[in-house]
């Protein structure tokens, strides 16, 4: 993992905080649900030794904030005492220490920042000075360690949902759960998360069911005392908010299986959103396929709805013609007759957006039973896994194609899985490989908020407009500052404004020994994908 982005970049912080935190609420409204035994909740973010008044007031006040999230609001109106206080706060702290400037044009000389500045940041917002660090060592040595849930001297508990009930489980759902816990171990080696060990409880909701997935989330927090989730791979995520809001609970790593998980504050996917990745694809359809006519296959869930609409939006706008679109359930049994109503239609190109691996499998496998496949081929999400080509067999090689956030598959991921989940062999795809990133992601992170770990202040560091890189060779980089959760206009650079797409070549596609993908190659028209182009 590369460093977060250098103090300099952040030029509005710490008001970019309390923007985020604005955006998120004024998005959620409602009440969550009453849990009994709601976790405790750790030390608030602010401590007055460490800088000014002004900023000191400023960090309680997004604390305070963080309070009335899980509160009722007025009739979803922010006009309440913590947004008031946090406003003012905001306004105090620029009165008496004023932000840099926002960056000049080119050729104009930029308006230096004070030291005080700048320590008021990092103290605020990274807790990266030395007075700082100081500060939170002593707070945790007070408190022998045991700083928040699920957090001691030596350990820290985390936790997961993974729906293992779900079609083709055993090759899918296991090995995302072997990651984590491989990645973990790969950390724990290299001295944990300053002196803690990391340890991992799964719990199984099943086919991914909302009711069983909330009592997942109760499990782990009351009973197992979990610190955060780490990954959350469940049809179920886009159901959880408020459990997590009720909690008061990250969830690092998740799927973005829905749009929703990047709206979410406690929310910090290593994906991009499904919607997004329907928005890429469609965009490398029109710009490489330049297909007259197109067919659809889409999932008949409202995540996978709203994905097929943009595909359809964007390729409808380039002239080209939608001729079927099928909607298919999670446990299809068979799909000859889609595949006899597609053939039907004649599509020159077909789209599929079902996130369901195994209902594309049925539909590759039927579709060479009966001798079918569109004359332009077939593109779609998440089949970037090393046992497709045993699952797809001949008949698509050289006509199919996957976007996929990451590269595939890269040497020290697969050296990682190889050494500490050698059950994974032949098994691992890029949701192992989001999961992976998202501990990799939250290692950084708990080191940059020191040994004064705690839930509030682990989200105000992952909140705060600092980039996680993955490792080069995956190529990827994330931000959850509001512009990414919210915004109209992506970074290009970071994972919800660009991905990959890949060709399927062979049958053939464990990775080779030395960590590049075998029966996958870049796709050789455009392989950067983008969500706006």
């Avoid at 460490?50 to 006040?61: F, G, M, N």
């Avoid at 993974?162 to 090759?171: D, E, I, K, P, Q």
């Avoid at 990959?500 to 990775?511: A, G, P, Q």
Wanted: glycine share 8%; aromatic share 8%.
């Amino acid at each position: 993992m590369r460093r977060p982005v250098p103090r300099h970049l952040r030029a509005a912080l710490p008001v970019a905080v309390a923007a985020a935190l604005l955006v998120s609420a004024c998005g959620g409204g409602g009440k969550s649900q009453d849990v009994a035994e709601a976790a405790p909740v750790g030390d608030t973010l602010s401590n007055p030794q460490d800088s000014t008044d002004s900023t000191a007031a400023l960090v309680k006040a997004v604390a305070d904030y963080l309070d009335a999230q899980a509160e009722k609001r007025g009739k979803g109106s922010p006009e309440d005492a913590a947004t008031k206080a946090l406003a003012e706060a905001v306004a105090k702290a620029q009165a008496d220490d004023p932000l840099p400037a926002a960056p000049v044009a080119a050729g104009k000389a930029p308006v230096k920042q004070s030291k005080q500045q700048v320590e008021s940041l990092r103290a605020a917002n990274s807790y990266e000075g030395a007075t700082s660090a100081k500060a939170n060592a002593r707070i945790a040595a007070q408190k022998n360690g045991v700083t928040d849930v699920g957090v001691t001297q030596d350990a820290i508990k985390m936790g997961t949902v993974t729906m293992h009930g779900m079609a083709l489980g055993n090759v899918l759902a296991t090995p995302l759960v072997n990651g984590v816990k491989a990645t973990f171990a790969s950390i724990n080696d290299r001295g944990g998360v300053l002196g803690r060990r990391l340890s991992l409880v799964d719990c199984d909701d099943g086919p991914g069911e909302v009711s069983r997935s909330k009592a997942c989330i109760k499990k782990l927090v009351q009973q197992d005392k979990v610190f955060a989730f780490l990954g959350y791979s469940s049809w179920a995520s886009a159901s959880v908010h408020s459990d997590l809001s009720t909690y008061r609970i990250p969830a690092i790593g998740t799927w973005a299986y829905s749009q929703t998980e990047w709206q979410d504050s406690y929310m910090f996917p290593t994906h991009m959103s499904m919607i997004h990745e329907a928005m890429a694809n469609a965009h490398w359809v029109k710009n490489v396929i330049k297909p007259k006519t197109y067919g659809l296959v889409c999932l008949a869930s409202p995540e996978m709805q709203l994905a097929c609409q943009q595909v359809q939006k964007i390729l409808d706008e380039s002239g080209a013609n939608l001729v079927r679109k099928l909607d298919v359930a999670i446990s299809e049994t068979s799909m000859s007759a889609q595949i006899l109503s597609m053939r039907a239609a004649n599509p020159d190109h077909i789209v599929h957006y079902v996130i369901n691996p195994a209902t594309m499998v049925k539909f590759m496998v039927e579709a060479a039973q009966q001798g079918y496949y569109p004359s332009k081929g077939i593109s779609g999400n998440h089949l970037a896994a090393e046992v497709l080509g045993s699952l797809f067999g001949q008949h698509p090689v050289g006509r199919y194609w996957t976007n996929t956030t990451y590269k595939l598959w890269g040497p020290e991921f697969m050296a990682t899985m190889n050494k500490y989940a050698r059950g994974n062999k032949g098994l691992n795809h890029h949701i192992v490989q989001s999961s992976y990133v998202g501990a990799l992601v939250f290692e950084k992170a708990a080191k940059a908020v020191g040994p004064n770990l705690t839930r509030e202040r682990l989200m105000a560091q992952l909140g705060n407009g600092d980039v996680y890189a993955a490792d080069a060779t995956l190529d990827q980089r994330f931000s959850w500052a509001p512009s990414e959760r919210y915004g109209q206009n992506w970074n290009n650079e970071y994972g919800q404004g660009r991905e990959y797409m890949y060709k399927y070549t062979s049958t053939n596609t464990v990775s080779n020994p030395d960590g590049t993908p075998s029966g996958f190659e870049p796709d050789p028209d455009q392989f950067v994908i983008y969500t706006n182009k």
